[in-house]
């Protein structure tokens, strides 16, 4: 396998179709350079070349992971190199399991010498390559779907730790009382990591605001400080956030 194989495996997998620039800025290396590296791939058939552009033949991911990578892949992608670029080299991030936190970590191989506690597999593999970083993977046991843990030595290991950001996501937010997650334990988890972080931001395309009445699932505690939100789109109830002590973003 060649130096920038998996990182390019990785990128096609999570943006489904990147141009020859993009990849490019994102493995720091000139757009000959690209074309010159993707070439064995595109023989070997592990991906698709486009004019300009290369895209995912097939997806590595598990099924029910690679269709939430799917949902709103543009959305996703815009957000996560919003954050990115908030996140300075040398900074310390904690990351949940959402899909569009594996699109957040995906941007984040830009930056350098991070220091980076997650529960996700997919994000602890996808960071722990790039030279300089220290990437702690919080847990043991795996979930078959998502690669996720949940396990008690996850929060062993989230817990000792003290971060500069937590990047967290959602399953929808509520217009009237805030964030809501699926699961008890991402309740928790979600709730161990913004208690680690100096800065807690919620990356949450604009789908997942929803009314009222289609709301489900279990709605977060505040996070300390002023918690951010990063979307793509303004929600049509934008003071719904203010009132909740969240600062709204919209990703550029």
Known sequence: MGKYDQQIANIVALRGTVSVTDLARMLDVTDQTVR????PLVDQGHIEKLHGAIRAVGNPLTAPFA???EQNRTA?????DHIANMIPDGASVAIDTGSTAAFVAQALQKRQDLTVVTNSAYIASTLALIHGNRVF???TQLRDYDGASFDRT???VIERMQVDFAILTA???????GIRVAEQCEYDISVAMSGIARQTIYAIDSSKFLAATALVGLVLPPAGGTPLIVTEAAPQETGAAAKQGFTLQLAQ
């Not at 996703?76 to 996560?80: F, G, L, S, V």
């Not at 399953?171 to 009382?177: F, L, R, Y």
Request: avoid cysteine.
């Open 154 to 156: 996850a929060f062993e």
């Open 137 to 139: 993977m919080a847990g």
């Open 171 to 177: 399953a929808q937010v509520d217009p009237m009382q």
């Open 76 to 80: 996703k992608a815009k957000i996560a």
């Open 36 to 39: 010159r590296i993707i070439k």
């Open 67 to 69: 269709a939430r990578m």
